[in-house]
Every structure is written in structure tokens, then in C-alpha cells.
């Protein structure tokens, strides 16, 4: 990961990629993160304002792992709720 984030091109980073995102977003972020303080959280709504945040009570770094019967429905149901199909 640390070769990667070194070899990356000067325009990939977080704030860049979110900015000229036009997809919806979620973010599922667990309060108990260690390796990505939630405090970070208020950055990215600073760099995609549109974004949808949802913290995890009690949840880590991975959330999904930890508590699946938490964590998928809140996407599942974030997904049904989507007014348009997303395009890749």
C-alpha cells in the first residue's frame, strides 16, 4: 500500500477522486476506527458535500467484517432508496 500511495499520479488522491465523483456515495464508517479517525469523516463532506455518512456504533475500521448484521442492511437499504441506477 505505501508503494502504491508513493507511485500514485498527483491528481488520485482522496480529495481529488471525490471531488469529480457524480455517483451517489455512502460511507459506513465505524466511531471505534483506530487506523481512520471518524474525525476524518468532516474532510470528505468538506470534498463531496452530497455524500451520505453513516456512522457505526461500537465498529471499527471494518465494519463490514465486524458486524455484517448491521453493516448490510444499512447498505442493502441505502441501495433500494437510490432515485436512479448507477452507471460504471
Known sequence: MSIAMALRPRGATAAALLER???PLL???GRKDQLVP???ADRLVRHKPDLELQLLDGLGHCPHD???QHFNPRLLGWLENLSSP???
Do not use: G, H, K
Open 21 to 23: 465523483m457524480a455517483q
Open 27 to 29: 460511507v459506513l464508517w
Open 38 to 40: 471518524v474525525a476524518m
Open 66 to 68: 465486524e458486524a455484517p
Open 86 to 88: 448507477v452507471s460504471t
